[in-house]
């Protein structure tokens, strides 16, 4: 409490040469002692909400919720330069945040640090929560279930974040849609050398295994990791990985031995540049004795 006392109190005199810069903003732009009625009642909505599970969409909700829910029981517009920014260019914010909507680990384009998308405005992801609850909450008949219904929201229950996201048209297709639309657009594995897989007569010894993509990928982020059959099936790799020069395969090596059954799996650490994850793809094999 001491610390984050200080840290919502500092002002204009306040010492923050030692601050990273992006301290010196939210200060300039969010004026937080300033005011002081809606953070408390921002960070005391949060204490009646559900956890949020570990996703762009989930995060935005929560803080978006708890934007919204302040303004209205203080009577207060939101001092979060993102909400009339993204007032102001709903159609581009909107886009871009379907772009990256099941992208994972893209937070920090849009809550929680700098953006560096084309905006350059942090928090937009509040604006998006801050509209679905906003519109959601108009569209109630009943005002005082609707206001429940978003501080209570459930996480964990993906009816119901689609149907709370869904009712209000917020965003352009439903989320199921959007959805199919990310996953036909995800790079694939289209085959390995040799084709060993669902086979049943590997030859044992150390074995040399490409695995070709649809489309080039990064060529920096790699994930092998057990299958559905668990760690018992997983085989012994050797920590070199070697792309090819296009990026559209790569490399591995397996010490594998007679008479097993082995599985793995290519997860989605695998990406292309801009960041949107490949479909897992499992290996299954068996050598011969």
Request: aromatic residues 12%.
């Amino acid at each position: 409490m001491l610390i984050g006392s200080e840290y919502a109190l500092a002002g204009p005199a306040t010492n923050m040469a030692d601050l990273p810069q992006r301290f010196h903003a939210y200060y300039r732009d969010f004026k937080p002692r300033e005011n002081l009625a809606l953070l408390c009642t921002h960070e005391y909505v949060h204490t009646q909400q559900n956890q949020p599970v570990d996703n762009l969409l989930s995060n935005c909700l929560s803080e978006g919720i708890a934007e919204f829910i302040s303004c209205k029981a203080t009577g207060i517009a939101s001092n979060t330069p993102a909400i009339a920014f993204g007032k102001l260019n709903t159609e581009k914010v909107v886009s871009q945040y379907v772009k990256d909507l099941f992208v994972m680990f893209n937070d920090y384009n849009w809550i929680w640090g700098e953006n560096r998308n084309e905006f350059r405005v942090r928090d937009l992801g509040y604006y998006i929560g801050y509209s679905i609850a906003e519109r959601y909450y108009e569209l109630s008949a009943d005002k005082g279930k609707a206001i429940r219904e978003l501080i209570e929201l459930d996480y964990t229950n993906d009816a119901a974040v689609e149907h709370l996201v869904d009712t209000t048209r917020f965003l352009p297709k439903k989320l199921s849609e959007l959805y199919t639309d990310y996953d036909k657009s995800r790079p694939r594995v289209i085959a390995l050398s040799p084709s060993i897989n669902g086979t049943k007569d590997v030859a044992p010894g150390l074995t040399r295994i490409t695995v070709h993509f649809s489309e080039p990928l990064n060529g920096i982020n790699t994930g092998i990791d057990f299958g559905p059959l668990g760690p018992d099936y997983f085989p012994k790799l050797s920590p070199v990985r070697v792309w090819s020069d296009d990026k559209r395969s790569i490399t591995l090596e397996a010490d594998l031995k007679p008479g097993k059954t082995y599985q793995f799996m290519i997860d989605n650490t695998f990406r292309r540049e801009d960041q949107v994850r490949i479909k897992p793809f499992v290996v299954e094999f068996s050598t011969k004795e």
